[in-house]
């Protein structure tokens, strides 16, 4: 996968244009626009104030809200995808119980990749020891399954880890100024969470790679359903 793909202009460009020419969204938001003019066009009986008022309403917020998350992008990630179905028979046992917690084969983490992807074309940049494979060396493929071994992810993210503070104090300030001391944490413990399932894969010998995740919404079955394909979120 090409990182330019990834890069963030470009991403949330291309959500905002799905989102703008998804016919049915479009349709409803154009019809309750237009159901607005009418309401307010007189003579306009009583129900059409009290029923199809707040009906359109609804549906314009509905469309602005779901555009306004689609420019936001924060349902979208880097996650690690393993070459197994993660989740156990047992893995909706106990669901619905107050602090249920879906048991799954290997480590998931949820909120892990998000800064990653903020800042993968960055992250190609910064130097790295000689021998070690950039984080675009396992970005899967379309017709490529996971292959990776975790060792080689390990000590990728480790080398980026000992390396970016150190980049970050010596780089030009014109380039870096856009990366906040908050971004950095949140990079760092990105790489802290991955290492953490890499090397849980490695224990349990199980191959990786790191794909583009961007979903929406989220609920249980939704996830389910992701680490059933190996997801480990």
Same mark, same amino acid.
């Given at each position: 996968?090409?990182?330019?793909? =990834?890069?963030?202009k470009? +991403?949330?460009r @291309? +959500?905002?244009l799905?989102n ?11 019809l $309750?626009?237009?159901?607005? /003019? $009418?309401i ?7 129900w *059409?104030?009290?029923?199809?008022l707040?009906?359109? &309403? =609804?549906?314009?917020y509905?469309?602005?809200?779901a555009?306004l998350?689609d420019?936001?992008?924060e349902?979208?990630? !880097?996650?690690?995808q393993t ?8 893995? /909706? @046992? ?5 602090? /249920?917690? $879906? ?6 983490n949820?909120?892990a ?5 903020e800042?993968?074309n960055f992250?190609e940049?910064?130097p790295?020891?000689k021998?070690?494979e +950039? &984080?675009?060396?396992? =970005? ?7 292959? @990776?071994d975790?060792?080689k992810?390990i000590?990728?993210?480790?080398? =980026?880890? @000992?390396s %970016?503070e150190?980049? #970050? $104090?010596?780089?030009d300030?014109?380039v870096?100024?856009? #990366?906040?001391?908050k971004?950095?944490?949140?990079i760092?413990?990105?790489f802290?969470?991955? %290492? ?12 990786f790679? &790191?794909?583009? !995740?961007s *979903?929406?919404? /989220?609920n ?7 680490? *059933? ?5």
């Amino acid at each position: 996968m090409d990182v330019v793909f =990834l890069s963030k202009k470009r +991403r949330k460009r @291309n +959500r905002v244009l799905a989102n703008l020419f998804n016919p049915i969204p479009l349709i409803c938001f154009l019809l $309750a626009i237009f159901s607005l /003019w $009418a309401i307010f066009s007189p003579p306009s009986p009583l129900w *059409q104030f009290f029923i199809g008022l707040p009906v359109s &309403l =609804l549906v314009i917020y509905w469309f602005i809200s779901a555009l306004l998350e689609d420019i936001n992008g924060e349902y979208e990630r !880097l996650v690690i995808q393993t070459d197994i179905n993660i989740c156990p028979p047992t893995y /909706w @046992n106990g669901f619905g119980k107050e602090n /249920w917690q $879906a048991e799954t084969h290997v480590k998931t983490n949820f909120s892990a990749g998000y800064f990653i992807l903020e800042y993968i074309n960055f992250l190609e940049r910064i130097p790295i020891s000689k021998g070690t494979e +950039r &984080l675009s060396y396992f =970005l899967d493929a379309r017709n490529n399954p996971s292959s @990776n071994d975790p060792d080689k992810g390990i000590k990728t993210l480790l080398d =980026l880890k @000992n390396s %970016i503070e150190n980049y #970050i $104090a010596n780089f030009d300030k014109k380039v870096s100024s856009g #990366i906040s001391s908050k971004d950095i944490k949140g990079i760092l413990k990105d790489f802290d969470d991955f %290492i953490e399932i890499l090397k849980d894969l490695k224990n349990k010998e199980v191959k990786f790679s &790191l794909v583009f !995740l961007s *979903q929406p919404v /989220w609920n249980h079955e939704i996830q389910f359903n992701y680490r *059933q394909r190996g997801y480990c979120i």
